[in-house]
């Protein structure tokens, strides 16, 4: 992970106020290795997932949304996360 992933999850927190003051609700994941929640704010919604493992893990499927940030550069089918894969899908 560069530092150019570090400074844009601190613009994206002074950008975004999903990010600031949204409403947060943590999600049973598929997996325990997993940490998965979701932030509202108005229309928009914010699904965060972070796999805590050296392991490929089952991720959330959903459709739709905008990937708002990733700690791969590469996209991914959606299906499963990567080794210490953190996204962030937008909906607005």
């Known amino acids: 992970i560069g530092e150019s992933f ?17 409403n947060i609700e943590f999600i049973e994941s598929p997996s325990e290795k997993v940490i998965a929640y ?23 499927v959903h459709t739709g949304g905008t990937v708002l940030v990733s700690n791969y550069d590469e996209s991914c089918n959606g ?4 080794p210490w894969e953190a996204t962030a899908t937008i909906w607005r």
């Open 6 to 22: 570090f400074k844009r999850l601190i613009s994206l927190r002074k950008e975004e106020p999903i990010i600031q003051g949204g």
């Open 38 to 60: 979701k932030r509202t704010l108005g229309h928009e919604c914010l699904l965060v997932q972070c796999n805590f493992s050296c392991e490929q893990q089952p991720a959330l």
């Open 79 to 82: 299906a499963t996360l990567r």
